[in-house]
């Protein structure tokens, strides 16, 4: 790769990095992790009970074995010469160990339906959460960001649910009893074994915010990934028609080199733990034989006993041992809980009262009164505007790009709230109204059609979903969208591939067309809707427009002018003010802007 093309990649990694999601700054608290736990509540009659019930038959199980083998079986049966008692006690461990062979099912079991609903749950809500985010917040993330949270984030809680709290809880159990048992045992030598413990406890806290930071690193790192993997495979026709092949797997590169560094550093940490309790555990064994071979040389501890605490000491560092997985589960689901709560804690920026109006039947009149508004804090998109469109009649928005056309019809939908004024529809503030009942009134045709996968059927149906197939032949006969349908291979059950690739421009436009006219809107916004349609199939949409805008209020954008010459009132937009309006015909007459414009375009037509 040339050195030029590596500064882009280096400015383009470094510009991607800023604008994806930055590492969360929030110390490692309970508080968050009762809130992921909290989902486990709509199960914890059903499933959860009989999972802990599971773990406490198979863990009072470990607890009682290496007492009957060790103090029991050794210093009453083999000391004592009471062999009549050793097929019993032999029966009865067998036994035990059946009981917790059945604990241990129920609660692998039981824990990963548990853990499988969780998941399910915790994604529902992190969906249906999303949908009800207003546009903003998908200006300023990228779908490939969105789409980590929704997948990697939940998947990443999988392990803590299924195995992590069952265990934690299991673990500590065991951890108490064991210390319980060797301290009857014998406490002094329960004590010194002890010992080792406050200074394992304080080089593990040492660890954990280095392995914590570390799993926030991964969570982002993948994130930048995955977003750069959705925007490589949305644009591969720009990137293979500027044949920026190489620089984009050059930048690929080093995401997934980032990417896997951070995975490596994170694990490494990560895996600093266990060994570190093997360790602990042989400093105990060491201090069990040294302290322990003199306690029994004092009478002070018996053979017996002796084996039983050798047991129960190497069943105490196992548990101790999986804390530490646990725990790096717990900081794996901190990191990724921090990064879905903070969606599920983001709040619509255009939010719907408690007390919002129901939007029954509306006459359609708009007023924009004293608007203004910006998309930040630099830029403002409307200047203090004041627009009126009555009931019924097409207007339309002319302009040059940035004079706020596409805004204005952002605001009159309720993709945002106007920074300052009010945007009334029939003498109605639409903060005061309920979001789906205005937008069930509204239905827009944009530029860049979105198909969805499915059928053209769906696809036409997408309009309203309770719609018969005959209602939806005939949207599409009159939009003259049939035409084309019935020349496809399955007709209207053509499966269409994402996005709609195997239709062309205009074939995607006339489904729009016809989605839209299905839905039976009050209001009916055209951004640019037939700028990608050739001049025969324009002409078959204007004669279909004259039914379908009657007794609607209609909102055009068009760079075709001669689309917009029967408009009822046409407002010229510059810079986000109201330069001109009036009829096609005043306007011409008034040789203003545009009366420029209809010139310009006109001189352009006929040198083409």
């Not at 696809?459 to 599409?476: L, Q, S, T, V």
């Amino acid at each position: 790769m040339s050195s030029q093309s590596e500064k882009s990649t280096k400015r383009t990694l470094e510009r991607f990095h800023y604008s994806t999601d930055e590492v969360i700054e929030k110390p490692f608290n309970w508080k968050q992790m009762l809130r992921l736990f909290s989902y486990m509540k709509p199960y914890s009659r059903t499933l959860l009970p009989v999972a802990i019930l599971g773990m406490f038959l198979s863990t009072a199980v470990r607890l009682a074995a290496p007492v009957l083998i060790g103090s029991y079986a050794l210093d009453h049966i083999i000391e004592n010469r009471e062999m009549s008692f050793l097929a019993w006690m032999t029966a009865l461990i067998a036994f035990l160990y059946l009981i917790s062979y059945v604990g241990n099912v129920l609660r692998v079991r039981y824990m990963n339906r548990l853990g499988q609903y969780i998941i399910y749950d915790l994604r529902e809500s992190l969906f249906n959460h999303i949908q009800k985010l207003s546009h903003r917040f998908f200006d300023q993330r990228s779908a490939g960001s969105i789409l980590v949270r929704i997948t990697n984030d939940v998947n990443s809680l999988q392990d803590l649910f299924t195995n992590g709290v069952i265990n934690l809880l299991m673990d500590i159990i065991m951890l108490v009893g064991i210390i319980v048992i060797l301290s009857i045992i014998s406490p002094e030598l329960t004590l010194a074994i002890m010992i080792v413990l406050p200074l394992m406890f304080f080089i593990s806290t040492k660890l954990r915010r280095n392995i914590r930071r570390s799993w926030q690193d991964v969570r982002l790192k993948q994130s930048m990934l995955n977003s750069h993997l959705n925007e490589s495979i949305q644009g591969i026709r720009v990137t293979q028609s500027f044949t920026q092949e190489r620089p984009n797997i050059g930048f690929f590169h080093k995401i997934n080199g980032q990417n896997y560094e951070s995975w490596r550093q994170a694990t490494k940490k990560s895996a600093m733990f266990r060994p570190f309790v093997e360790m602990s555990g042989a400093v105990g064994t060491a201090i069990l034989l040294w302290f322990g071979v003199i306690l029994i040389q004092n009478n002070a501890l018996s053979v017996g006993d002796f084996f039983t605490f050798s047991l129960f000491l190497g069943m105490f560092w196992e548990p101790i041992s999986r804390l530490g997985q646990v725990y790096n589960q717990l900081l794996v689901g901190m990191a990724s809980s921090e990064r879905i709560f903070e969606f599920l804690d983001e709040k619509p920026s255009v939010p719907e009262k408690e007390n919002a109006e129901e939007l029954d039947d509306i006459q359609g009149g708009i007023v924009l009164d004293g608007v203004e508004f910006a998309y930040d804090s630099e830029r403002k998109a409307i200047h203090h505007m004041d627009l009126t469109m009555k009931a019924g009649e097409t207007v339309a928005l002319v302009g040059h790009t940035g004079s706020g056309k596409s805004t204005i019809v952002n605001l009159i939908s309720r993709f945002y709230d106007p920074t300052a004024g009010r945007v009334l529809l029939d003498g109605k503030d639409l903060r005061d109204v309920k979001l789906d009942s205005l937008r069930s009134q509204v239905s827009i045709v944009l530029q860049d059609t979105f198909i969805f996968s499915g059928t053209i059927m769906d696809n036409i149906r997408f309009g309203r979903p309770d719609a018969e197939d005959e209602e939806c032949m005939e949207a599409a006969k009159t939009v003259g969208a049939d035409r084309f349908i019935q020349k496809l291979p399955n007709g209207y059950e053509t499966e269409v591939e994402e996005r709609g690739n195997i239709l062309s421009v205009g074939e995607r436009q006339l489904i729009s067309f016809a989605r839209a006219l299905l839905a039976d809107p009050k209001i009916l916004i055209l951004d640019e809707a037939t700028a990608s349609i050739d001049t025969e199939t324009e002409q078959l949409i204007q004669r279909a427009l004259e039914k379908l805008l009657q007794g609607r209020t209609a909102v055009m954008i068009a760079h075709r002018l001669s689309t917009i010459r029967d408009a009822d009132t046409i407002f010229v937009l510059e810079h986000g003010r109201i330069l001109e309006q009036g009829s096609h015909s005043e306007l011409m007459n008034q040789r203003g802007e545009y009366f420029e414009l209809v010139r310009s375009q006109f001189q352009e037509t006929s040198a083409g």
